[in-house]
């Protein structure tokens, strides 16, 4: 057999040993409050959201908008929460906190069929087509004016020590930020 052959096999063994080794050592960890939902919503119009929802709060909504097969409803939904979860980026001082945003999203949608998702899609891109009702919602709900918990707890900083004294930037500037998190998720300009 050449040297080839030979290495060959032996990377085949080698990965079919790790594939074979139980995962017993593997834990995953949870900070209270990473994620959580301490105000749910229903499937509701976002002049009846509060800006002391988070976005966990409002995909919760969302979620049962999309069971109820309610997908306009679901798009607003979607629109307000992203737009809460990019506000929170901009005051959340720990990154690696920042992706709770993004495990929130494949939490609600990974397990979606994609004719539900293709529905959802119509009716995200109808919403931005002509964006003045919901850029009119979200300015009138306003940046949210809750602590961003959820997101805090889950990254890195809840478990070896946040990086200022609450987990959040200082001297943030909620206006500047809401206005941003509009002008980036929704094009309201």
Known sequence: MD????????????????????QSNVSNYNAKGNLESPKPSGCVAVNQLSNQ???????????T?????????????????????YFDTKRVSDKTAHQAISVLRMNVFGAQPKEVMDKLQVALDKIS?????????????????????????HGMGAFTGQSTKDGLVENFNSATAWTDSLATIVKCV
Do not use: R, W
């Open 3 to 22: 040297k080839l052959k030979i290495i060959g096999v032996l990377a085949v063994f080698s990965l079919s040993a790790c594939n074979s080794t139980p």
């Open 53 to 63: 929802q988070n976005p966990v709060d409002i995909f919760t909504g969302l979620n």
């Open 65 to 85: 908008c999309m069971s109820d097969e309610n997908y306009s409803q679901a798009a607003e939904l979607y629109f307000a929460g992203m737009s809460y979860g």
């Open 129 to 153: 087509s002509d964006n003045s009702a919901i850029c009119k919602s979200l300015t009138d709900l306003g940046a949210p004016s809750y602590k961003p918990t959820y997101m805090i707890q």
